[in-house]
T-cell receptor
Framework: QKEVEQNSGPLSVPEGAIASLNCTYSDRGSQSFFWYRQYSGKSPELIMSIYSNGDKEDGRFTAQLNKASQYVSLLIRDSQPSDSATYLCAVMFTGSARQLTFGSGTQLTVLP | EAQVTQNPRYLITVTGKKLTVTCSQNMNHEYMSWYRQDPGLGLRQIYYSMNVEVTDKGDVPEGYKVSRKEKRNFPLILESPSPNQTSLYFC????????????FGNGTRLTVT
């Protein structure tokens, strides 16, 4: 069974620090990877997408992909209390007809 | 405003009473999907549709039905709800099948007693 694994947390970091969120996946051939942020009681919203090995930066967010090691990570620089949320990693596995599989999420708390 | 609209937001019902949760998107997206979210289990896909009249099962389809008669609408039907279907449900859509991000509706919190 194709799986996406995340540490459930909670992960706590002080305001201004770097938060590092990690995700591993089981299918080596996967090609599309996404990070969603979900505030409590709200719907997930897309933060980053990444398709090739390496880093992709967007403002305070950096997504890192290593297909050989089958992991994808999200770094949040200068963390703010408003970043406190659950972060969901999502992977599109190969051979599936658009079946995006989500990890269970990592709960992040940024302490003021 | 581009959006995915789900209704109702909250629903309390009893075992066995058929219900429908509606989902509509105004972005002309081809792909639509239903997920349920339960504590500790994350988002699990129920059904998805790649286009009109094309639907397929996700990971947890038992007890659910869907239809895609129009591109914008993708209702979720529970013919005979049971308490284990108590969950938070999300409808989502994307422009095309691959490499397009999902846009989520606001969710429907369903309680089956």
């Amino acid at each position: 069974q194709k799986e996406v694994e995340q540490n459930s947390g909670p992960l706590s970091v002080p305001e201004g620090a770097i938060a590092s969120l990690n995700c591993t996946y089981s299918d080596r051939g996967s090609q599309s990877f996404f990070w969603y942020r979900q505030y409590s009681g709200k719907s997930p919203e897309l933060i980053m997408s990444i398709y090739s090995n390496g880093d992709k930066e967007d403002g305070r967010f950096t997504a890192q992909l290593n297909k050989a090691s089958q992991y994808v990570s999200l770094l949040i620089r200068d963390s703010q209390p408003s970043d406190s949320a659950t972060y969901l990693c999502a992977v599109m596995f190969t051979g599936s007809a658009r079946q995006l599989t989500f990890g269970s999420g990592t709960q992040l708390t940024v302490l003021p | 405003e581009a959006q995915v609209t789900q209704n109702p937001r909250y629903l309390i019902t009893v075992t066995g009473k058929k219900l429908t949760v509606t989902c509509s998107q105004n972005m002309n997206h081809e792909y639509m999907s239903w997920y349920r979210q339960d504590p500790g289990l994350g988002l699990r896909q129920i059904y998805y549709s790649m286009n009109v009249e094309v639907t397929d099962k996700g990971d947890v389809p038992e007890g659910y039905k869907v239809s895609r008669k129009e591109k914008r609408n993708f209702p979720l039907i529970l013919e005979s709800p049971s308490p284990n279907q108590t969950s938070l449900y999300f409808c989502a859509s994307s422009l095309q099948q691959f490499n397009s991000p999902l846009h989520f509706g606001n969710g429907t919190r369903l309680t089956v007693t």
